[in-house]
C-alpha cells in the first residue's frame, strides 16, 4: 500500500548538512499495522511528512496506493493528500472550531455540500466515541478526547491509509492504551493501513504487525514483528525483552531463548531435563501477546555435565527456538 | 467658558474624531491585515517563500514604524493631495491616519498569526487544503483573538495621532484640547475633552476586549 524507495532528505543550515533521511526503503503492506521505532532525532518524524509530503524529499520515489506522490504538485498533490489521513503528537486541532467544527474541515477543504458533511461528521464522532462532545471546543477535551477528534478528522475523507506521528506520545498510559485499541480496531473494521512512528516499544508491542528500528536516518532493521523477535541479534527483540546483562556464571552456561508463534506451546524445559540431563534455571524473562502472536524471551542457566556442549542448544534449535548465548 | 459653549464644541470634535478614526480604523484594518499576511507568507519558512520581498516589505514597515507621526502627516502631504485632492480637513487627516496605522497594525497581524501552531497549519497542508483556504481558514481564523487585541491597541494609537490631526485642519477632540486648552488656556475644555477621550479609549479597550474574549476558546 505504501512503498518507499531511495528516500533521501537533507536539511541543510548554513554550517552543515544534516541527513535526516539517507537512503530508506519501506513497504508497508495492504491493510497492516506498521510502525517505524526510533529515539528523537533518528529521522523517522521526516520520514513519515515525506509520505503526504510536507516535506519534499530530496531523492526517492513514495508510493501510496499506486499514485507516485513525490512527481505530483499542485492540485493534484492536494487531491492526493485527501485520500491519506494523518493524526499528530499535540493532535493539531483548530482552537476555534468545536470538534464537530474540526471533523468538517476536511470535508469542506472536499467540497463535501454542508447536508451531507453534519451527517458524516455526526457519523464519524460517533465512530470514535464522541457523539457527546460535537459542540466542545478542544481545551474543553481531554488529551484523549482531542486525540479522538483528530482521528475522526484523519478518517473524514475515508482515506485507505493513516499516518501517525506520535499520536500517543502526549498521553498518559491508560488514555494511550484506549487510542491504540482504537487505532487496531479500526484498522481492521475500515481495512485501514496504518504508518506510524514512535519512540514507545509499547506501541509497536500493542497494535504493531510490522516494525522498522530507524536510527540516523537509515532503517536498521524491518519486518513483521514476529519475524524480527526471531532474528537473531535482532534489536527489537532486545528492546522488547530487556534481560539485563548476562551475570558470568562459574559452573554454568547461560543461553538467551526466544519462542515465537509454534515454538511457544514447545515444553522445552522438560526437554532439557530429560534428555540431556541438565538443570535449568530461569535467570530472567518475559512472554508477551503481540498482534502477530505470543512471543517470549528467557534467560536459562544451564548446570550439568553436557552443560557447555554443542547438543542441547541444537536439539532447542531444531524446534523452531532461537537460541543465543548472551556475551 | 460655560458648559453650554463648551458642550457644541465637544459634540463637533467627538463627530469628526470618530468620522477620522471610523474610515482610518476600517481601512487599516484591510491594509494592515494584507500587509501582515504577506509578511507571514514570504517568510522563508512561510507558505509562499519569497525573501527578497519579505525583507523590503519589513523595511517599509519599519520606515513607516519609525516615523514620528507630525513628521509622516507632513511628510506625505503630496500623497494626500493626489489621494484626496486636499491637504486641509477631515478627509486629508484620514490619509496620514491610515498610512501611520497600517505598519503598526501590520507588525500585530504578523504577531498574531504567528502564534498559530505551525502544527495545525501543518495539519491543514497534510488534509490537502489550498494556500488560500490555509490563510482565510486556519491562519486568519485561529488568529482572530489576537488580531481583535491587535486591532484595539491600534484603535487606541490612532486616536492619540488623530490629535495632530489638528495640523491638517482635520479637527476632532485632541485638536479643540490643543486649540481652546493648550492655546487659550481654556482649562474647563480641556479638561472635558480629555475626559472625553479617555472615556473613549476605556469603552474601546473593553469593548475590544470582551470582543476578544468572545472568540477566544480557551
Redesign the interface.
Known amino acids: 500500500m505504501i512503498q518507499i524507495q531511495g528516500l533521501r532528505k537533507t536539511y541543510r543550515s548554513r554550517r552543515r548538512a544534516v541527513a535526516a533521511v539517507d537512503g530508506v526503503d519501506l513497504t508497508v503492506r495492504d491493510g497492516e499495522v506498521f510502525g517505524v521505532l526510533g529515539r528523537s532525532g533518528a529521522g523517522k518524524s521526516t520520514l513519515l ?1 515525506c509520505v ?1 509530503l ?1 516535506e519534499r524529499p530530496d531523492a526517492g520515489t513514495v508510493t501510496v496506493d499506486g499514485v507516485e506522490l513525490a512527481s505530483l504538485r499542485g492540485g493534484r ?6 485520500g ?1 489521513g ?1 493524526i ?3 493532535f ?5 472550531r468545536t470538534a464537530a467544527g474540526n471533523v468538517a ?2 470535508l ?3 467540497g463535501v455540500p454542508r447536508a451531507e458533511r453534519a451527517a458524516r461528521v455526526a457519523e464519524l464522532l460517533d465512530l470514535v466515541g464522541l457523539a457527546d462532545h460535537a459542540g466542545a ?4 477535551l481531554s488529551g484523549g478526547q482531542k486525540q479522538r477528534v483528530g482521528i475522526a ?1 484523519a478518517l473524514a ?1 475515508r482515506p485507505r491509509v493513516l ?1 501517525s506521528d506520535e499520536a500517543t506520545s502526549a498521553l498518559d498510559p491508560e488514555t494511550t492504551g484506549s487510542i491504540l485499541a482504537l487505532l487496531r480496531d479500526l484498522s481492521q473494521r475500515l481495512g485501514l493501513t496504518i504508518l506510524l512512528i514512535t519512540h514507545e516499544m509499547e506501541v509497536v508491542k500493542r497494535i504493531c504487525d510490522s516494525a522498522a528500528i530507524m536510527r540516523d536516518g537509515r532503517i536498521v532493521e524491518a519486518g513483521t514483528v514476529t519475524d524480527l523477535v526471531r532474528r537473531p541479534g535482532s534489536e527489537l527483540a532486545r528492546d522488547l525483552f530487556r534481560l539485563g546483562p548476562a551475570p558470568q556464571l562459574p559452573d554454568a552456561t547461560v543461553v538467551d531463548v526466544t519462542l515465537a508463534g509454534d515454538a511457544t506451546d514447545h515444553s522445552f524445559l522438560s526437554v532439557l531435563a530429560r534428555e540431556h540431563d541438565l538443570d535449568v534455571r530461569i535467570l530472567s524473562g518475559a512472554v508477551e501477546e503481540l498482534p502477530g502472536g505470543r512471543v517470549g524471551r528467557l534467560r536459562l542457566a544451564l548446570r550439568g555435565a553436557h552443560a557447555a556442549e554443542e547438543a542441547p542448544l541444537r536439539r532447542l534449535r531444531e524446534h523452531g527456538l532461537i537460541v543465543e548465548v548472551p556475551r | 467658558m460655560t458648559w453650554s459653549e463648551i458642550a457644541p464644541l465637544l459634540w463637533e470634535g467627538a463627530q469628526e474624531t470618530l468620522y477620522m478614526l471610523g474610515v482610518s480604523t476600517a481601512l487599516t484594518a484591510i491594509g494592515g491585515l494584507l500587509v501582515g499576511v504577506l509578511l507571514v507568507l514570504t517568510d522563508r519558512d512561510g507558505l509562499l517563500p519569497a525573501w527578497p520581498l519579505h525583507v523590503v516589505l519589513g523595511l517599509i514597515v519599519n520606515i513607516g514604524r519609525s516615523l514620528p507621526f507630525i513628521i509622516l502627516l507632513v511628510a506625505i502631504i503630496p500623497f494626500t493631495r493626489a489621494l484626496v485632492g486636499t491637504t486641509i480637513g477631515t478627509e486629508a487627516a484620514i490619509v496620514p491616519l491610515t498610512v501611520g496605522a497600517i505598519p503598526f497594525f501590520a507588525r500585530m497581524v504578523e504577531t498574531a498569526l504567528r502564534e498559530v ?1 505551525r ?2 497549519v ?9 494556500r488560500r ?1 490555509i490563510v482565510v ?2 491562519l486568519l ?2 488568529a ?1 483573538p489576537g488580531l481583535v487585541s491587535g486591532l484595539t491597541i491600534t484603535v487606541v494609537a490612532l486616536v492619540g495621532y488623530s490629535a495632530m490631526a489638528g495640523v491638517v485642519g482635520g479637527g476632532g477632540l485632541g485638536d479643540l484640547a490643543i486649540r481652546y486648552g493648550y492655546q487659550r488656556f481654556e482649562d474647563e475644555v480641556m479638561l472635558a475633552t480629555v475626559a472625553v477621550l479617555i472615556l473613549f479609549v476605556q469603552l474601546v479597550q473593553v469593548l475590544g476586549d470582551l470582543i476578544a474574549r468572545r ?1 477566544s ?2
Open positions: 511528512r503526504n510536507l498533490l492536494r487531491r492526493a493528500r485527501q491519506i494523518m499528530h503528537q499535540h493539531a486541532l483548530l482552537g476555534s474541515f476536511p469542506e477543504v472536499m471546543y478542544p481545551a474543553q478528522r475523507g499516518l | 501552531d502544527s495545525v501543518a495539519a491543514a497542508t497534510a488534509m490537502g487544503a489550498s483556504e481558514k486556519v481564523r485561529e482572530r472568540l476558546h480557551r
